[in-house]
């Protein structure tokens, strides 16, 4: 005959009855002393064979409680539909089993015979009212302690917004990291830091497509950091509409100056934005064949784009869309339109007079860019100086007791967060004096070779081409209209000004008084 064994409160059962254990830790907590899956499971045990109680099962969840549908807790719910005849369940304390009301429920409906060891509680249907009332206390107050965690945990990431610090974890071209201050941070990441800064460089030209964009990026070994796989182009997208890479960022609706270093500029990421606002608004159907000019030019009676299309097999005619009703333009030969092109472009090929004008307009202009950039950085050094003069006073100020530490730590880390913003700044200032003349220079040696360039090219080369030079082509009757993009214009406009009168000619002061701010007698052209 079985003999029976005492239970904590009184509660009795046959000798050997089957048994499982649950334990439960939260990542945070699994490498506190007495928090352990380890300790809980040496715990259990120990229980079980002072009850001499048979263990079938062990069920573990290392993760959050905060939502039902724990992993181990599921599986443990499994075991005991199939297994009806187990009945009793041993846990370290309340809060380990559940802390939301629906696991609560979901239990109770299994009648088991639940061993809380460190509580020194064994709750049953039998138990008495006043122990299921403390349980069901117990049970709230776990529900009440996670939701105020997850509270608490909300405002602390309000708090570092405030601070200026990514809350959360870094996105791609960054890294978490911990500051000297013990802070968790966000610092750019060297591996993808300059190819994020690059991607958005592209495509604010115009130029690319986002698959063609995440093709080249890919390329230059854009991949994600954990599994190393290629980034898809919803990836590059979600990165070029964030704002996070200009040093700022929006939370909870707010957008907060960040401590962490941009990767672009403000003004960069506008344009982006322009570019992908753009795509979505004049949007022109693909294409099967990539022919040259197909969505460049729009139709000068209704407005619509114009399309290629392939005829008898080897030619190309181009034809309104149509989409607006019938419209009255002809088809048009590919050899015409790229003849329309190629006169255009002739007007950029610079004689040496004209070469002569831009070339000084240009380096003197690069010398009053220089002086503007000279005299920012020297006024942004003076500036962080200034606030680290004041940094130098306030920590005397806390050795000698005039004030408080928490409030040198405050005003401090304002202090150096503008430090921070100065030194980008000083950075984007040099940058600018560096590329100022070698961007101008690049521009030149473009319009020179742009003709050439256009006819040994494929269609798709023909067509970026023109989009980097012209914008606002149409076509109307035979005749070709164009707006040249700036500066090139106002190379144009320079050789249409050699076919005037000599005197008539303007002074190289007014013809390219964009690039050039005044004259300085002392310069002579380079080249």
Same mark, same amino acid.
């Given at each position: 005959m079985a003999r029976k064994v005492d239970r904590p409160n009184g509660f009795s059962s046959t000798l050997r009855h089957q048994a499982i254990l649950y334990a439960r830790v939260s990542s945070k907590e699994q490498e506190k002393e007495g928090y352990s899956i380890p300790a809980q499971l040496k715990n259990l045990r120990g229980?079980?064979?002072?009850?001499?109680?048979?263990?079938?099962?062990?069920?573990?969840?290392?993760?959050?409680?905060?939502?039902?549908?724990?992993?181990g807790f599921t599986r443990m719910l499994d075991f005991l539909k199939k297994n009806p005849t187990c009945k009793i369940l041993l846990v370290e304390k309340t809060d380990?089993?559940?802390?939301?009301?629906?696991?609560?429920?979901?239990?109770?409906?299994?009648?088991?015979?639940?061993?809380?060891?460190?509580?020194?509680?064994?709750?049953?249907?039998?138990?008495?009212?006043?122990?299921?009332?403390?349980?069901?206390?117990?049970?709230?107050m776990a529900k009440?302690?996670?939701?105020?965690?997850?509270?608490?945990?909300?405002?602390?990431?309000?708090?570092?917004?405030?601070?200026?610090?990514?809350?959360?974890?870094?996105p791609l071209g960054y890294l978490n990291v911990i500051d000297p201050?013990?802070?968790?941070?966000?610092?750019?990441?060297?591996?993808?830091?300059?190819?994020?800064?690059?991607?958005?460089?592209?495509?604010?030209?115009?130029?690319?497509?986002?698959?063609?964009?995440?093709k080249k990026v890919r390329a230059e070994g854009m991949t994600f950091r954990k599994s190393n796989d290629p980034v898809p182009r919803g990836t590059v997208h979600k990165i070029l509409r964030n704002r996070l890479y200009t040093g700022t960022f929006i939370w909870g609706g707010k957008i907060y100056s960040g401590v962490h270093a941009p990767l672009v500029t403000s003004d960069l990421w506008e344009r982006v934005q322009t570019v992908l606002d753009g795509r979505h608004a004049n949007r022109h159907r693909k294409m099967k064949h990539d022919f040259a000019f197909s969505g460049l030019v729009s139709c000068g009676h209704c407005g619509c784009s114009l399309v290629g299309e392939i005829k008898k097999g080897k030619y190309i005619y181009y034809h309104c869309t149509g989409y607006k009703g019938k419209c009255p333009e002809p088809y048009t030969r590919e050899e015409v339109l790229e003849e329309k092109f190629a006169d255009f472009l002739r007007c950029l090929v610079l004689d040496d007079e004209i070469m002569d004008w831009v070339t000084?307009?240009? #380096?003197?202009?690069?010398?009053?860019?220089?002086?503007?950039?000279? &005299?920012?950085?020297? =006024?942004? !050094?003076?500036?962080? *100086?200034?606030?680290?003069?004041?940094?130098?006073?306030?920590?005397?100020?806390?050795?000698?007791?005039?004030?408080?530490?928490?409030?040198?730590?405050?005003?401090?880390?304002?202090?150096r967060r503008e430090q921070d913003q100065l030194l980008y700044s000083i950075e984007e200032h040099q940058k600018a004096n560096q590329t100022y003349l070698e961007e101008g220079i690049r521009l030149l040696d473009l319009a020179q070779r742009a003709h050439g360039l256009f006819q040994k090219q494929k269609p798709r080369e023909?067509?970026?081409?023109?989009?980097?030079?012209?914008?606002?082509?149409?076509?109307?009757?035979?005749?070709?209209? #164009?707006?040249?993009?700036?500066?090139?214009?106002?190379?144009?406009? &320079?050789?249409?000004? =050699?076919? !005037?009168?000599?005197? *008539?000619?303007?002074?190289?002061?007014?013809?390219?008084?964009?690039?050039?701010?005044?004259?300085?007698?002392?310069?002579?052209?380079?080249?």
């Open positions: 229980h079980a064979n002072g009850m001499d109680l048979n263990l079938v099962g062990e069920f573990i969840d290392v993760e959050t409680a905060k939502h039902a549908g724990r992993s380990r089993l559940y802390r939301n009301l629906k696991d609560w429920v979901t239990l109770d409906e299994f009648d088991l015979e639940i061993h809380f060891v460190k509580e020194n509680v064994v709750l049953s249907r039998d138990s008495r009212s006043s122990e299921k009332f403390m349980h069901g206390i117990k049970v709230l009440n302690y996670i939701d105020n965690l997850s509270e608490e945990t909300r405002k602390g990431m309000v708090e570092k917004a405030e601070q200026g610090v990514w809350p959360s974890f870094a201050n013990g802070r968790k941070i966000i610092e750019p990441d060297p591996a993808l830091a300059t190819i994020i800064t690059r991607m958005f460089e592209l495509y604010s030209s115009g130029l690319y497509s986002l698959a063609e964009l995440t000084v307009a240009l #380096r003197q202009s690069h010398c009053d860019a220089k002086q503007f950039h000279d &005299a920012a950085i020297t =006024r942004l !050094q003076a500036e962080y *100086s200034r606030f680290q003069s004041r940094i130098d006073a306030m920590y005397l100020d806390k050795l000698d007791g005039r004030i408080e530490g928490g409030f040198f730590d405050r005003k401090s880390s304002e202090w023909k067509r970026r081409l023109l989009n980097f030079l012209i914008s606002n082509c149409s076509w109307k009757g035979g005749d070709l209209t #164009r707006v040249f993009r700036q500066p090139f214009d106002m190379l144009v406009n &320079a050789n249409s000004a =050699r076919t !005037q009168p000599k005197e *008539s000619i303007p002074s190289p002061n007014l013809d390219f008084e964009n690039w050039l701010p005044g004259q300085d007698s002392n310069l002579q052209p380079f080249g």
